[in-house]
């Protein structure tokens, strides 16, 4: 089945240094892949999305490219703010297949940014 | 649009007892799906809904039930509460099962006592 692997937190930073968040994922075929953010007390929202190989999703200055040769959509920022503390999850969602293109989630990342 | 709503944002329950968490729509979305959110086990699935009167289980469906008469609500039920049912509840819709970004509604948390 398909499943999605992502770094553990809780990961803190001070504000302006660089970010990597880590997903990895095993699907079927050829899955579309999500970051979803959620801020404290409020429901996920899409934060970036690639949708085949390569493709890099972008947003509010966040990035995750698409690599099907290490299958992986990691996502970084290169200078955080106090307002990106949030929860992060990488997602998929398979096309077809029977799947009828269910999204599968990770287990979330907690960033906190310090001021 | 008011996008996804849900109803009631916290509920405390006994066990045994039933509830009723409500989801509406207001973007005529075909697909709409229910998540549960539990530390360290990110949101699992666990009923969807591709259309009205088309339901599926997800990844836990047991001890819930669900129904989409309309295109509009589709209703969450518990039919006898547990502890381990003690979680938040997010409901999402998106246009159809292609169309691949999904809206989320604010959450349910509910305690099971």
């Known amino acids: 089945g398909n499943s999605v692997t992502q770094m553990e937190g809780p990961v803190t930073l001070s504000e302006e240094a660089f970010l990597t968040i880590n997903c990895t994922y095993t699907a079927t075929g050829y899955p579309s892949l999500f970051w979803y953010v959620q801020y404290p007390g409020e429901g996920l929202q899409l934060l970036l999305k690639a949708t085949k190989a390569d493709d890099k999703g972008s947003n509010k200055g966040f990035e995750a490219t698409y690599r099907k040769e290490t299958t992986s959509f990691h996502l970084e920022k290169g200078s955080v703010q106090v307002s990106d503390s949030a929860v992060y999850f990488c997602?998929?969602?398979?096309?077809?297949?029977?799947?009828?293109?269910?999204?599968?989630f990770g287990k979330g990342t907690l960033l906190t940014v310090n001021p | 649009n008011a996008g996804v709503t849900q109803t009631p944002k916290f509920q405390v329950l006994k066990t045994g007892q039933s509830m009723t968490l409500q989801c509406a729509q207001d973007m005529n979305h075909e697909y709409m799906s229910w998540y549960r959110q539990d530390p360290g086990m990110g949101l699992r699935l666990i009923h969807y809904?591709?259309?009205?009167?088309?339901?599926d289980q997800g990844e836990v469906p047991n001890g819930y039930n669900v129904s989409r008469s309309t295109t509009e609500d589709f209703p969450l039920r518990l039919l006898s509460a547990a502890p381990s049912q003690t979680s938040v509840y997010f409901c999402?819709?998106?246009?159809?099962?292609?169309?691949?970004?999904?809206?989320f509604g604010p959450g349910t948390r509910l305690l099971v006592l």
């Open positions: 997602a998929l969602s398979s096309k077809g297949g029977g799947s009828n293109y269910k999204l599968t």
């Open positions: 999402a819709s998106r246009w159809d099962r292609r169309q691949e970004t999904q809206y």
């Open positions: 809904s591709v259309g009205a009167g088309i339901t």
